[in-house]
């Protein structure tokens, strides 16, 4: 009764914002149509005013947007409402809003007007001086433009306006996005998955890139066959809408999977491809940019110049992964050794300029500064996290947090308007038919192949219903609109936009809502404590499931990687956790007594004094919801015993003696190791071999 | 012993920074003057490329700064260093890039060449069209140019791009500091200040802007006289400048007050005015520039001008306070009947934005949106607080902290920065000789006379020594140069902005820095614990003081004062809060019976359970320092017992026995107001008085 009640109050609360947009919108139109007249006669300092007041207008109406999706999100998680997440809803509301800027407001209180136009006969310089008897201008270039658009270059303004610069997405809102992704990684799930995360993401990301370019090259054929493309498409356009598509964003899946609590290590596998999977898309894509110009006009297959591509790749990835990485150990250095964490305004402040010069320095060097940004927050999260002071983690967390939600729901929103707003659309359905049957066979060649390749090495299998649902998650969105919305210069590029902003849509909207019947159909386990979860480890409940046979096949696998994850497991334990946070084993113990001076000058006082374990960030991780509810009562009985394995696992300590043997998770590693001091003499016998583990 | 390893350790740190930041800007310069060869080739593409690294270089120079600067005050703060505050320090630091970017990067890098020019007869547009041989470009205007700086524009390019768009002081910087500033104004002592802070504020912002303004105009026939003045200097322009340097900003004076726990009055009276005649400033320089063009080429005294300049001001004035009130009174209804609480992101989010879009609503309304920013601050902290869940009300509080730290330290970096990088500044010795006797008589003519004024009215007088303060305290920052950079294209206003400048360096420097030996000097108490300071109400403590005789002759003053209050206060408890918060009493009960159906649907359900009292911010007011430390032994014995008075009052009762009779505190009043219902009804008879009451 009072739900229903507030949900009235909720939908007549936001009948009225809409409203109070749709007046604004006309408000804007009206008064810049009265002002124009005066326009000419006060000169630029009342168009300047008036630009001023249009932009004002402009956010507000994004801002009016995102107040209105977040009250009716409140009002879905009020009645636990799943089949429409927050970013479909954005989507929709921005819709709405593009579709009253188009048809909405009477284009006729714009006067068509053609902008005085000069000659010269150089090419376009940045800068250009206009004389008017005797008094210089300045002008900027802005950009090339169509001649049949000059005409209406006036008429366009309103919804020209609202267009957002491109880069605004890759500077101002992606980073957040990026970075709150590295920092609330689940790290010990991220860790544990790291082999099958990178190769989804670098192998997988290149397959389904190169298999949608090519298939998207026979569409580009066939629409050439049946005169359906009146411009130029190039391969290496393909190959680019390959890049750009190829970013899979499931934070509509992951939401779900967060508010349900699914498997954690499904979770993992989801989250870390996708976040993997945006950079290496980014870097792919400007690498196959730098392919382009290097055929001169041919665009066809060069040998030296797709080394050069795949140089360029390597370059920029290794140069952002290090760069990010370097300013997150440098800060962590800053935290450590000041005693910055008695003052954690000062602490916060320093943590989010460092976390965003990250991003400036990759930027500045050429490097990609959301790829950046990522690894930053990684390193920040594994390490600099450990040294705030409690209220600065609090604080930083939810800074970003904050950040991350406002700017996702804005580029959300933005989708939804640019459908209607976007003036340079070219709608061509079999380039589209096209684009959506390489999408899922795309995502299929990725997931499928590579799932039964990492199963043979893999001591936990991925199952066929994670396969599935990784397959059904492949929803595109944030990257791959930044990313085809960057430039739209061409009718290829204008192509490859609208297509993908109608995959977004569909892919968020479908598979987004279709994810909770999706879950139940799969059975896959919901109502994982992601605390409990660590207890049994990834084989224990192998066994409950009855693969023990083929367990005993992979022996020599599973001692491989779990050798590889102890070395880099120790070296971080041993040395750089001592170096760049307070816990961890004193230096002066763990690195041989030579480099004494140097191992005390480093080693945090308290170090000595608590040899404690570090404080565990994936214990904080904040849950957003509270509503821990079951809606899947079949999930217990048909999920093959998976229910009894985690109630089993966290009440009794049976499991934890036969997880022993496995020596996977990261507590037991810890345990043994500061039992026996033989490993770690082993340790220092490989040291040389760890440059390389270090960047895993 | 150790702190100096500290120190050691923080300067080498600051050193390395300097030198990145050095290293930094040499590779910029470098960078550019490499690929500038390739621009002309690979054309515009490139050279966006290359302004994009460009920018990225540029914010990562003031990032760097404030990363410097974050850990000098660190360090100042860790060796209790008081003598220079953080954004003195951020000037200094600009100070040296500056001098870095001016002289220390070769000017040779760039090649002199002048941009292409074409001429139009018809007057400058926005837009301008060029066509390169069939291919159209379009340009944007980007303002007049001088004839002599043509040929510079290429050479000047890396110190304008430092240069930021004055718009961002204004609509990205200024908002959040002056929202922080409404937002943690201590409520209590705020309002009972309210009468002598807007007298403050408003006329004496007024006398102090046109006694600078008649003054500087003195200065300015005087130079004409000797021959200094090269070019147009109205006499509104001397008015602008009195109203641009009329706003104080003195948040060094209270950033030491906050730390050593300064007289909670004196705090707020400074406090109050300084926030409040940034307003003021604001739109009176607005309503300055709206009289120029009104008296055509005389910029002479013109009556009719001059009120409808008035009219301006007050009509700019009112309507960025309504919508400012009315945002703050939206957002308190939305989170009062929504229960958003239980989600504190989406809450935090929601606040930000109503917030945000209050800005942007008074600012496409023609209104101030700064002013409107201020007015949202303080009913927000009134209201949409109480309805705000326990982890929201500390979320938005460091949100805004951070913000408004990065904000104002950016500023106060730039202004020293801006000191060295900008193109056109005017060195006047003898208008900046007057503008410094001016600013002082001006401060001497608002404070002195004024505070005369109030204390005939007031019951608990502004002692001279807190009248010194307050003249000593009157820094210029922000606002000032804020206002000053908004518009630089004139000779008289090139001149104004040069001496904004060197008047907020001495001002933040000498009297930032004086301020410890200040409140020593003049006997002010220091130590007050703000909760504490609450039950000595302002007369108890003048009693103390030996002022009995005097209170008597004030009685009538003091009943009429005491009425104001009362009537605001009742209303305010018991009509606003229990529509938009969820305490207070229960409106079925304050609200005449016909009101009824209204009454109980506005009514929070908690307002029935819990009659308890609003849980006041007041007490939650985050103290950024924990070094409750009295570094003037001398005040106890010096201040008039002041501190005698503070422990009595601490700790017996007797004293609130005798502030009873007073019933000036919100405590009280709310104790005897819950206690009679008489009171209640004699508020109910004068409800039609309130309207004007409703405002203040």
Known sequence: MEALRDAACAARGSMMMMMLVWILLNAAAGLSAEERGMVEELGTEKEAEESHRQDSVNLLTFISLLTLTILTIWLFKHRRVRFLHETGLAM???????????????????????????????????????????????????????????????????????????????????????????????????????????????????????????????????????????????????????????????????????????????????????????????????????????????????????????????????????????????????????????????????????????????????????????????????????????????????????????????????????????????????????????????????????????????????????????????????????????????YARQMMFTTTLLIVFFTVWVFGGGTTPMLSWLHIRVGVDPDQDVQPSGDSFQVLQGDGPQEDGQSKTKQESAWLFRLWYTFDHNYLKPILTHSGPPLTSTLPSYCGPLASCLTSPRAYENQEQLRDPDNDFVHNDADLTFTFGDTSITANGASASRTDAAGGPGWSANGKRSGSTSEEALERELDSREQELLSRGTRLVFPMEEHV
């Open 92 to 490: 929709i509301y921005g819709l709405l809003v593009g579709v009253i800027l188009r048809y909405g407001i009477p284009a006729a209180s714009y006067h068509n007007k053609t902008p005085p136009s000069c000659s010269l006969k150089e090419g376009p310089s940045s800068t250009l001086l206009l004389n008017v008897s005797g008094k210089f201008f300045e002008y900027t270039l802005k950009g090339e433009i169509n001649f049949k658009e000059i005409h209406n270059v006036e008429q366009n303004d309103m919804l020209r306006k609202v267009t957002f610069d491109p880069e605004v997405f890759f500077n101002i809102l992606l980073p957040p996005i990026i970075f709150h992704a590295g920092y609330s990684l689940k790290k010990r799930h991220f860790f544990r998955n790291l082999g099958s995360i990178i190769t989804y993401a670098f192998l997988g990301t290149a397959i389904s890139c190169f298999f949608i370019g090519n298939l998207m090259y026979g569409v580009v054929k066939l629409m050439r066959a049946v005169g359906q493309l009146t411009d130029k498409f190039y391969y290496t356009d393909c190959l680019f809408f390959g890049a750009i598509i190829s970013a899979t964003d499931p934070v509509t899946v992951l939401a779900i999977f967060n508010e349900l609590h699914a498997d954690g290590d499904l979770y993992a596998l989801l989250f870390g491809e996708s976040v993997m999977n945006d950079a290496v898309a980014i870097v792919l894509s400007s690498s196959i940019m730098a392919y382009q110009p290097a055929g001169a006009n041919t665009h066809m297959f060069d040998a030296s110049a797709f080394f050069k591509s795949v140089g360029i790749f390597l370059g920029i990835f290794s140069g952002s992964f290090v760069m990010g990485a370097a300013t997150g150990v440098v800060t962590a250095l800053v935290t450590k050794f000041t005693k910055l964490h008695c003052f954690p305004l000062l602490e916060t402040a320093l943590f989010f300029l460092m976390s965003w010069s990250t991003f400036l320095l990759a930027e500045a060097c050429g490097f990609t500064g959301v790829v950046a940004v990522l690894f930053c927050g990684i390193t920040q999260a594994h390490y600099t996290y450990n040294n705030l002071s409690e209220e600065s983690t609090k604080r930083t967390k939810q800074l970003f947090e904050v950040l991350h939600f406002l700017a996702e729901n804005f580029i959300f929103s933005y989708m939804g308007l640019a459908l209607f707003t976007f003036q340079k659309h070219v709608f061509s359905p079999i380039f589209i038919a096209g684009a959506f049957m390489a999408i899922f066979l795309g995502r299929a060649l990725n997931i499928y192949p590579l799932s039964f390749l990492l199963n043979l090495g893999r001591r936990d299998k991925i199952r066929g219903n994670f396969q599935h649902m990784m397959m059904f998650a492949g929803l595109r969105g944030a990257m791959a609109f930044a990313l085809a919305i960057r430039d739209t210069a061409t």
